[in-house]
């Protein structure tokens, strides 16, 4: 039997979680006196602790109960709570699957717990055979699965995440950041089926509100609970809470644009494929593409000085570039360096054979 109190840090489980003004009394109307906010001003009273119209707007979209629905401040405070609800500085361990999004790391060093790195394979997948012998430690706490994976764009094979959730007793995360972009089913109503997972996604990529910072967790209620004790009681403020309420409330925008990504995407291949300096695409169920390249840090410079600015990855994955998807223009100035630069490197390679 699963028993998440046993994977939760001990002062966590015994921790009184702050209770604040508003979470004593839970009325709208009244004179309040109660907070020692100041009585004058628009953004003048804190803001509900639970998020709760946001996980409102959120039921509506998606179905899930507002108890298996947590706000953080990004997808970031999110990872960082998870180490620190489940994981002993000094003593814990979590694993990821590299290359993937770097923050697994820093919240792990942050957090002074050792994360395990397990390579890819060469398709970018999870290669089962070294897991299980990790599964035996009694101190290895989380599994973090970003999928699909930044930076390499794939989503994971659902077998293979299927058999981590099952056969790992610890804690799995898998990190949607980019999934409104896929055609791959989400795992974000899986929770029910396995006590251990907690889906993350995120208000910052299709929704377009990376500056709000508004990141979303599924979990069953025993997590959610957990999380909300140890989270800051006003995590989120109520400019942030109210754009993301406001994108849901506007879902014809983020379809019109999500399709509009998706469609340049497809261009943007289209392109690519024909230039000669763009050596493979890497399949991507996101809103960027890795590609690979005769020499990353050579054409990341050239390109960052016809202004166009793409993330170099040759430390990741050699001699590869990540590129977003951007706006139609965007897209076509990448298009438009690119060329100019093999049509540059032609004719320098006729000046130099003459
Ligand atoms: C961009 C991204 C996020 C988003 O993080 P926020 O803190 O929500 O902005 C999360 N995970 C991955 C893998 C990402 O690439």
Not at 164 to 190: H, P, T
Not at 204 to 214: E, H, N
Request: include cysteine.
């Amino acid at each position: 039997m699963f028993d998440l109190k046993t994977l939760v840090r001990p002062n966590i489980l015994a921790l009184k979680p702050y209770s604040s003004a508003r979470d004593e009394f839970k009325g709208d109307e009244g004179v309040f006196l109660d907070a020692n906010e100041n009585p004058f001003g628009t953004l003048n009273r804190y803001p509900n602790s639970d998020q709760k119209n946001l996980k409102q707007k959120l039921t509506a979209y998606n179905g899930i109960a507002n108890n298996n629905t947590f706000a953080g401040n990004g997808s970031d405070e999110i990872i960082d709570l998870i180490y620190r609800i489940f994981c002993n500085p000094g003593k814990d361990k979590a694993l990821t699957f590299t290359p993937t999004f770097g923050m697994y790391q820093v919240a792990a060093d942050i957090n002074d717990i050792e994360l395990i790195t397990l390579p890819l394979n060469d398709e970018f997948q999870i290669n089962r055979n070294d897991l299980t012998s990790y599964f035996e430690d009694e101190n290895l706490k989380l599994i973090f699965i970003c999928s699909p994976n930044n930076p390499t764009g794939n989503c994971f094979n659902k077998s293979d995440i299927e058999f981590i959730l099952k056969n790992f007793k610890g804690i799995v995360i898998i990190d949607e950041a980019y999934a409104d972009f896929s055609d791959q089913q989400s795992w974000q109503n899986s929770f029910e089926a396995y006590p251990n997972l907690i889906v993350i996604q995120t208000f910052s990529k299709a929704w377009a509100l990376a500056a709000a910072r508004i990141g979303i967790a599924y979990a069953n209620d025993e997590i959610i609970q957990l999380l909300n004790n140890v989270k800051m009681p006003y995590n989120i403020s109520k400019l942030n809470e109210t754009a993301a309420i406001e994108a849901l409330e506007n879902r014809k925008d983020f379809e019109a644009n999500k399709q509009i990504i998706l469609d340049e995407k497809a261009l943007l291949i289209q392109e690519l494929k024909t230039l000669d300096i763009i050596k493979k695409i890497y399949p991507s169920d996101a809103n960027f593409l890795l590609v690979e390249v005769e020499d990353a840090n050579q054409l990341y410079q050239n390109l960052v000085d016809q202004k166009v600015i793409t993330r170099n990855r040759n430390s990741l994955v050699k001699n590869s570039i990540r590129i977003t998807v951007g706006r139609p223009e965007e897209n076509k100035k990448l298009i438009k360096a690119l060329t100019d630069l093999i049509g540059f490197k032609n004719l320098s390679s006729l000046n130099t054979t003459k």
